[in-house]
């Protein structure tokens, strides 16, 4: 698309560039809006969630959950989003005090360990823990709520009178892209494996993209307001920020 310049990188690359001003826009963790109050707007359509079972946010646990009080836990450092709900559910819902150990492979010792994406779709399938507990699940079983992991995070600075109209195309297109995928699920996603393949058999693919959905429904905009205000409490974020829409 012109004016549009791409950049590649994991998700933790694009929120710190979305920090950083080096990146405008992007689906973005969606702890990333709070971390820099004032500084985005997000789109009013378009977030990652999921109506049950996301299967790819997952603490894998040697333990029952509710037997995690002073036990070691490793946390990914792919996600902040997924690290912070981590912590306020165990230490606000189950009022429990584990150990966190930051990043690194999951080592033998580890009494519990947080992962996202691939490496979590991959554990499932590996069965070396004894208890696997999916985040999304569990935020919506104690809220009522869908959980918000990711948003389509813009930057203020990309919304100049040259810039804007660029972004809002740049939204449609992003919005007219997922219609057709919905539609095809099937042939997009042997698009995508052929250019990107994954070590998982393709009815764990499926199942997962199955489970996403990118509505950010008035609900969902309530869990996340509900998940900033928690993330507050903990130090986490600097503020409760009013949520603020392209």
């Known amino acids: 698309m012109p004016g549009v310049d791409f950049v590649d990188g994991p998700p933790s690359a694009h929120c710190a560039g979305l920090k950083e001003g080096r990146i405008h826009l992007s689906p973005a963790s969606s702890i990333t809006f709070a971390q820099k109050p ?111 992991f990711g948003a389509w995070v813009i930057s203020k600075s990309a919304l100049v009178p040259e810039g804007r109209p660029i972004v809002e195309r740049y939204m449609e297109l992003t919005q007219e892209s997922i219609e057709k995928f919905r539609k095809d699920k099937a042939g997009a996603l042997d698009r995508w494996l052929g250019r990107f393949p994954v070590n998982l058999p393709r009815p764990v693919v499926d199942e997962y993209y199955n489970a996403l959905d990118y509505r950010f429904t008035e609900q969902r905009k309530e869990s996340l307001k509900l998940f900033f205000e928690y993330a507050f409490r903990r130090g986490v974020v600097p503020e409760v920020p009013r949520l603020e829409f392209l």
Request: charged share 25%.
């Open 38 to 148: 004032g500084a985005f707007v997000l789109s009013p359509d378009l977030c990652t969630s999921c109506g049950f079972e996301v299967r790819s946010v997952k603490l894998f646990s040697r333990f029952p959950i509710e037997e995690l009080s002073g036990k070691s836990i490793r946390m990914t450092a792919q996600s902040e989003t997924s690290v912070t709900l981590l912590r306020i559910l165990l230490e606000d819902r189950f009022s429990l005090k584990p150990n966190y150990v930051c990043g690194g492979s999951v080592v033998p010792e580890d009494d519990a360990c947080l992962l996202i994406g691939d490496q979590a779709l991959e554990e499932n399938e590996r069965h070396r823990f004894a208890f696997g507990y999916d985040l999304g699940t569990l935020w919506q079983a104690w809220q009522g709520v869908p959980f918000v």
